[in-house]
């Protein structure tokens, strides 16, 4: 059974299809002002708000786009679509009454995406200015994106007599345990890695779901389905966060959202390539579900956070009923979309050890800056002696082969000698055979081959002469 609040009223479903996103249901159900633009997470015109608790337990609304959302993960949850923005009375909410003040809709069908986002920033704790990333999740086909940017720069303070602050000041609750079957399968929100375990022995063929940014977009262009949708949203042991002098560590659960805040600001300049990399990592809208455990998990030879993480030496624990086992993150990939994972086995932490190597770059290239699918990816730590010679240096790639590389000649290589022009030199003829990149529609072969070396060449420009 699946028990929510949806717009301030409380939603129970006794039978559904686990494959059922929010969207869909929400859709089914008369609630037509969020939108299905293209069911994959690019454009937020299915965004809604989902009242969550911020890495320090502050209750806070968070836009996620309900076309990734199993209507069964909803489970627990406040949600708010752009029906109950405005209040009871009909009257706009002060995000609606600006967009419409500054002429923010054009075609319309964008429009309540923007607003969901633009109610979600209105909220936030802390909020200091204009942050260009909370729409950064939403596209406007018909451009008009110069009036919504506007709305968010000029957003004040919730009034203190406004009706949602008091529900922003109560404890959330962690959402709970759910079963919840149908003709079509079942949906199993488990609350512990023994309950887990035992969940999958009885559903052997059950998919393991995270946050579901990925693993959706495959039930909802291609129609696939699974016996059984096995949920790892609940366990705490997924969803640990610990820094400590000799290692970082980040729960295979823990949102990329949360891991950013936590890295950007609370301990800003510690891995400056997770600082580098997160803003780059698709939308907000995708990181508030996306999980570091569900980006390695599914083995994408183009996933960002594989050549960050390999870059920075890291490992991961794998958990099973058997107990745990820890490997570098190295040997993780054996092949195309395959992993180490033994079977009813799973990623429940990563391990970063530091300090880390002062001089981080993450570069990606790709067609768009933001919200957009690597074409190349590339990581680079590098440490140097007092008379500025090579130390270490970690280069990994993404985008080249059928799994992430470490570039390990050109480690090796570089040992010992001093960070300059020559050395860049004798260390590009290293990368001639490095990968075995392919042709696709996101950029030819022979483009992806010059990119491993010219990504090279640019870390060295950036880093060279720096104290």
């Not at 395959?338 to 429940?348: G, N, S, V, W």
């Amino acid at each position: 059974m699946v028990r929510f609040t949806l717009n301030g009223s409380p939603v129970t479903i006794d039978e559904l299809d686990p494959h059922t996103t929010l969207l869909a249901w929400l859709r089914s159900r008369g609630l037509t002002g969020t939108k299905e633009g293209c069911a994959e997470g690019e454009c937020g015109a299915c965004a809604v708000a989902v009242l969550r608790a911020d890495a320090h337990g502050v209750a806070r609304y968070e836009a996620l786009n309900s076309c990734l959302l199993p209507v069964a993960s909803a489970s627990g949850r406040r949600i708010v679509t752009v029906e109950g923005v405005a209040a009871p009375d009909g009257s706009l909410h002060p995000v609606q009454q600006a967009m419409v003040e500054r002429g923010g809709s054009q075609c319309g069908y964008c429009t309540p995406g923007f607003v969901m986002s633009l109610f979600c920033e209105y909220y936030r704790p802390g909020r200091d200015g204009y942050d260009p990333e909370s729409i950064s999740g939403n596209l406007c086909r018909c451009t008009g994106y110069r009036p919504i940017a506007d709305v968010a720069r000029e957003l004040q303070r919730p009034a203190p007599s406004d009706p949602r602050l008091p529900l922003l000041q109560e404890s959330v609750p962690a959402v709970g345990s759910v079963s919840c079957k149908g003709s079509a399968g079942a949906f199993l929100r488990p609350s512990s890695l023994p309950a887990l375990f035992d969940a999958w022995e009885a559903n052997p063929d059950a998919m393991l779901i995270a946050g579901g940014t990925d693993l959706m977009v495959y039930a909802n262009q291609r129609n696939q389905r699974w016996p059984a949708l096995l949920s790892l949203e609940a366990l705490p042991e997924l969803r640990t966060f610990a820094l400590t002098e000799r290692e970082l560590i980040v729960g295979a659960g823990f949102e990329l959202a949360a891991l950013e805040e936590r890295m950007s600001h609370e301990h800003a300049g510690v891995l400056p390539l997770l600082e580098q990399l997160l803003p780059l990592f698709s939308s907000r809208l995708i990181r508030n579900r996306a999980t570091l455990g569900g980006s390695l998990g599914t083995a994408s030879p183009i996933g960002d956070s594989a050549p960050v993480l390999l870059a920075l030496d890291a490992e991961l624990t794998l958990t099973s009923r058997a107990g745990q086992r820890r490997i570098p993150l190295s040997e993780f990939f054996t092949g195309y979309r395959q992993t180490q994972l033994a079977p009813r086995e799973l990623i429940e932490s990563v391990h970063i050890p530091l300090p880390a190597a002062p001089r981080q770059r993450f570069y990606k290239v790709s067609k768009r800056v933001l919200d957009d699918i690597s074409t190349v990816a590339a990581a680079f730590a590098l440490s140097l002696d007092g008379e500025g010679r090579v130390v270490t240096l970690r280069a990994a790639y993404g985008g080249v082969a059928a799994t992430p590389l470490r570039a390990l000649a050109l480690e090796e290589a570089a040992r010992g000698l001093p960070w300059n022009a020559e050395t860049l030199d004798a260390l590009l003829p290293t990368l001639h055979d490095f990968g075995t990149p392919q042709s696709d529609h996101r950029g030819g072969a022979d483009y992806r081959r010059a990119m491993i070396g010219k990504l090279l060449a640019k870390f060295h420009a950036d880093t060279a002469g720096q104290p």
